[in-house]
């Protein structure tokens, strides 16, 4: 069989792991094939394995959604099927090749934001957690460490994108921080910082995602008339796709990597993955 593998605007690092463990474990029985920018496709070999393993780098390199369209339609047809990876724009593309190629495409959701509504989780979803709480914690020593003569209010600033939990499930595992989400007026903003200055505090952290403007976050802060400095730290998607995948993550890249060979050998038609539990399961679409 011959089976392609495309991440689309998904470049995060257990991508990877997952594309080694699909290829090594199977490359002596089928070809796969990576789609690069120059709108080719190319085989894998044991070389591009070696060399990943020893040096590092990409051993597929996530694509925008714009190239993946200009891919050579005859080239992919030539194909036995295609493996997409990637978020909410991946599951479109995903269904587009399916709908105009007759061959079978398989969707893994692949994201820092696990925003694919059909699956509860996406791969890579929770090192882009430990990463961004990591670069919390760093930020939450520095400031410790100094003394400040009023009360500092920073904000981490998080990517951002509709449907997705990470702004709440990075501030839930911070710990004591103020999330946006929950700060609705000025007067509820000016209480939690009472509370925390009255309890001999000199700091405390604000998460809140790209997606919030700017100008209204700190006409929210000035409403409070607190005697307070403000400073923004950000954590962009770079920093959260982290060079390091969670062992969760791993461990599920290696489930994927069998449920993806399944579905190569056996009679099931296009689809997409479900991650959920520790579990992944094929659905069709």
Same mark, same amino acid.
């Given at each position: ?177 103020? /999330?946006? @989400?929950?700060?609705?007026?000025? !007067?509820? #903003? ?9 309890? +001999? $505090? ?47 993550? /791993?461990? @599920?890249?290696?489930?994927?990597? !069998?449920? #993806? ?9 296009? +689809? $997409? ?13």
């Amino acid at each position: 069989m011959k089976i392609g593998l495309i991440t689309i605007e998904a470049g995060v690092s257990i991508v990877n792991q997952l594309t080694y463990e699909i290829v090594k474990k199977n490359l002596h029985k089928h070809k796969f094939y990576r789609f690069d920018e120059k709108e080719t496709i190319r085989p894998f070999g044991e070389e591009d394995l070696y060399n990943w393993k020893k040096l590092g780098g990409n051993l597929l390199r996530s694509i925008s959604l714009e190239d993946a369209q200009k891919l050579n339609k005859i080239q992919v047809s030539s194909l036995d099927g295609v493996v997409v990876m990637g978020g909410e724009e991946a599951l479109r593309f995903s269904k587009q090749l399916r709908d105009i190629n007759n061959i079978k495409i398989l969707f893994i959701p692949v994201s820092i934001y696990n925003e694919i509504p059909e699956s509860p989780r996406s791969l890579g979803y929770d090192s882009a957690l430990n990463a961004a709480i990591e670069d919390i914690f760093k930020v939450e020593d520095t400031v410790s460490s100094c003394r400040y003569d009023q009360f500092r209010l920073f904000g981490i600033q998080l990517p951002g994108k509709p449907g997705s939990l990470l702004e709440k499930d990075v501030a839930d595992a911070a710990g004591d921080v103020i /999330r946006y @989400l929950d700060v609705d007026s000025p !007067d509820r #903003l000016s209480h939690i910082l009472r509370e925390k200055i009255d309890a +001999g $505090l000199n700091h405390s952290l604000l998460i809140f995602d790209d997606m919030t403007e700017l100008t209204r976050l700190e006409e929210l802060i000035e409403a409070t008339q607190l005697d307070l400095s403000w400073k923004i730290t950000q954590i962009n998607e770079a920093q959260c796709s982290g060079m390091h995948p969670t062992a969760s993550d /791993r461990i @599920l890249a290696n489930k994927i990597a !069998d449920v #993806l060979i399944q579905w190569v050998e056996g009679e099931k038609n296009s +689809g $997409l993955l479900i991650l959920q539990d520790n579990k992944v399961t094929f659905k069709n679409n």
